[in-house]
Antibody, heavy 120, light 107 residues
Framework: EVQLVESGGGLVQPGGSLRLSCAAS????????MHWVRHITGIGLEWVSS???????FYSGSVKGRFTISRENAKNSLYLQMNNLRAGDTAIYYC??????????????WGQGTMVNVSS | DIQMTQSPSSLSASVGDSVTITCRAS??????LNWYQQTPGKAPKLLIY???SLQSGVPSRFSGSGSGTDFTLTISSLQPEDFATYSC?????????FGQGTKVEIK
């Protein structure tokens, strides 16, 4: 079964750090670009970051310089290091698989999400 | 950044109704437009990719159309499980922006 499972969320104070993980199974992880997307209550879905198969990374303006995406193909794992967290980063964070250019570069597989709550 | 504007932000409909949601991009995105469905407490689910292609396993009552800047998602004959929030996303370039979502509620 194709599956993504996130972990690492929790409650953190403003200015703190968290590292999210996403474990992939059921497909050849190294062949796919991957994304982090968050759902902010009252706002909706927001793309956060992507990493392609070559390891090149991309970020939204709101997290650039604070978040770092990485992948470890040998462990079929995706990561998001989040530093200097703000209240506005409070959200459910999802990892998602990119379907590829021939299928619209859509996010076709999603994890169940992990909650990040930034509060004092 | 490309801005994605959905309308309406919410709508009320009955089981069996047909509904249409629109998504407009602030610049041309060809057909790099995808639609997702999300229910409370669950992950988003891909419905339509490349503007009009139905994702495997998605019922045929869902359809998408459009190209360039204007796109639509149509649900023919709403079913109880279709009451959810629908979001469009452009994947033409980075950042891969989403629309603000359209909540489909039971009338």
């Amino acid at each position: 079964e194709v599956q993504l499972v996130e972990s690492g969320g929790g409650l953190v104070q403003p200015g703190g750090s968290l590292r999210l993980s996403c474990a992939a199974s059921g497909f050849t992880f190294r062949n796919y670009d991957m994304h982090w997307v968050r759902h902010i209550t009252g706002i909706g879905l927001e793309w956060v970051s992507s990493i392609d198969t070559s390891g090149d990374s991309f970020y939204s303006g709101s997290v650039k310089g604070r978040f770092t995406i990485s992948r470890e193909n040998a462990k079929n794992s995706l990561y998001l290091q989040m530093n200097n967290l703000r209240a506005g980063d409070t959200a459910i964070y999802y990892c998602a698989r990119d379907s590829g250019i021939y299928l619209g570069r859509a996010s076709d597989i999603w994890g169940q999400g992990t909650m990040v709550n930034v509060s004092s | 950044d490309i801005q994605m504007t959905q309308s309406p932000s919410s709508l009320s409909a009955s089981v069996g109704d047909s509904v249409t949601i629109t998504c407009r991009a602030s610049q041309t995105i060809s057909d790099y437009l995808n639609w997702y469905q999300q229910t409370p407490g669950k992950a988003p689910k891909l419905l339509i990719y490349a503007a009009s292609s139905l994702q495997s396993g998605v019922p045929s009552r869902f359809s998408g159309s459009g190209s360039g800047t204007d796109f639509t998602l149509t649900i023919s004959s709403l079913q109880p499980e279709d009451f959810a929030t629908y979001s469009c996303q452009q994947t033409y370039n980075t950042p891969r922006t989403f629309g603000q979502g359209t909540k489909v509620e039971i009338k």
